[in-house]
């Protein structure tokens, strides 16, 4: 890595301001609860269903959780996405400039595979541990930055994690918790960009 500073700094950041951008987009929208959560009134008074037979709330919820939309602001989920491949992004060029980097068909591999066990684990918390949409991706978010945390060895990170996890869990939910998980992302990233080189540091 020679002169450079952490590379965690991009994940981190990219975190931060997806985060932002979904606080953002949010802003004067209702927030959804799934296309299915109530049965809407035609004006011949049928309610929602086939032939005016009502879905059950079982089926309405597991249609509503495959688009991904059950109690979650919207694109917090989609952002995950969005981050988990642009730091996989990020990390590949990084390597490959550094002269140690795999084949693009590899690394196409590992972000498909990622956004697959995103999902799964997705429908898991949904289905056997009962997490609203927002819980649910705060702890897939945190289980990744505590991955980040291994794959670099920064302690940095794990305390970033902790904090992530605190903030957007524990101590608020909704548009509250992703403002105070951006700024500690942002922060730990910030942290990162001022950290000095290893060469540096190694030399004094």
């Known amino acids: 890595m020679g ?7 991009f994940p981190l950041a990219l975190l931060g301001f997806a985060q932002l951008a979904v606080v953002a987009s949010s802003v004067g929208s209702s927030r959804s609860e799934g296309w ?3 049965a809407p009134v035609t004006p011949y008074g049928i309610y929602q269903g086939l032939y005016g037979v009502e879905m059950s709330h079982e089926s309405n919820t597991a249609i509503a959780v495959t688009i991904g939309d ?3 602001i919207d694109g917090w989920f989609f952002a995950a996405f969005a981050i988990f491949v642009g730091t996989v992004l990020f990390y590949a060029v990084l390597a490959k400039r550094a002269g140690n980097g795999m084949p693009w068909w590899k690394v196409a591999l590992i972000a498909v595979g990622g956004l697959v066990a995103i999902l799964l684990a997705d429908l898991v918390g949904f289905s056997e541990f ?3 949409g927002d819980v649910r991706t705060a702890v897939m978010l945190t289980l990744g930055l505590v991955a980040l945390a291994w794959l670099d060895r920064s302690v940095l990170v794990l305390v970033v994690a902790a904090a992530f996890v605190l903030c957007s869990v524990v101590l608020a939910q909704g548009p509250l918790a992703l403002m ?4 500690v992302a942002l922060a730990g990233a910030f942290a990162a ?3 000095r080189p290893k060469a540096a540091a190694e030399e004094t």
């Open 3 to 9: 002169n450079e500073r952490p590379r965690y700094w």
């Open 36 to 38: 299915f959560t109530y």
């Open 70 to 72: 059950v109690g979650r």
């Open 130 to 132: 009962d997490m609203p």
């Open 180 to 183: 105070l998980s951006s700024l």
């Open 193 to 195: 960009l001022l950290s």
